[in-house]
């Protein structure tokens, strides 16, 4: 029997103490707080705040420091396998991919608090700037990596995933977009979180679980050769 590569059993070490850290952290979330993916966002588990999670947070910080350090060694695969030149599309997605992803880190690492103090912001707000900067650099990378990968020569049909991804972000903008204006035309909604297909955590964890799983598609061989110019 072939004993397992070394980047699967890293893959799989990585795995486990993701879902190891994540499922502590969920589960140390005080009964009394009412943790809910309709009304509370993933940072909820990473907030040492009274409120929010003050026994676990520590769990999702390692849980979801080994998520994206998992997703980080799939975009490097993903690199190896399909950039050949800087000058390429696939090339050029690798910047804005990394550099979302380091944002990611970051903001796991600065907790959604109200406590600390940087350049005059809190952990929370700085934690929501870089989570809200790394979303548009995101968009940036995968859009390129999927025009690369058509350019390449993959069948648009092969390029499901980033059309359900599309798709997703889509009704995403939509239904939030739809809250909004619901808010403005009644007062006496609540514009955090939103209600049902409105709520903005909702939203949050469909997209984040979706781009795990799309970084995973990312990283496998694609139909055909990616050109050498």
Known sequence: MTPPSRSLVRRGSLSALAVLGLGIAWWLYPAANRYSVLTCTIS?????????????????????????????DLLRERHH?????????????????????????????????????????????????LAILAIPVMGLGLLLDTLGAFRDGVRLAALWPAHLFAALTGTAFWKLSEWERMCRADPALKHWPGDGLHSTPLWEWILFVYLVAHVAWMARAREVPCPTR
């Open 44 to 72: 909820y588990l990473g907030s040492p705040d009274a409120n929010r999670n003050p026994s676990g947070w520590r769990f999702y910080q390692v849980g979801m420091t080994a998520l994206i350090v998992l997703m980080l």
């Open 81 to 129: 396998r399909c950039v050949r030149g800087t000058r390429s599309l696939s090339g050029l997605a690798s910047p804005p991919l990394f550099g979302a992803m380091t944002l990611l880190l970051l903001a796991v690492w600065i907790p959604d608090s109200r406590t600390g103090d940087w350049f005059g912001m809190t952990n929370g707000a700085l934690h929501t700037r």
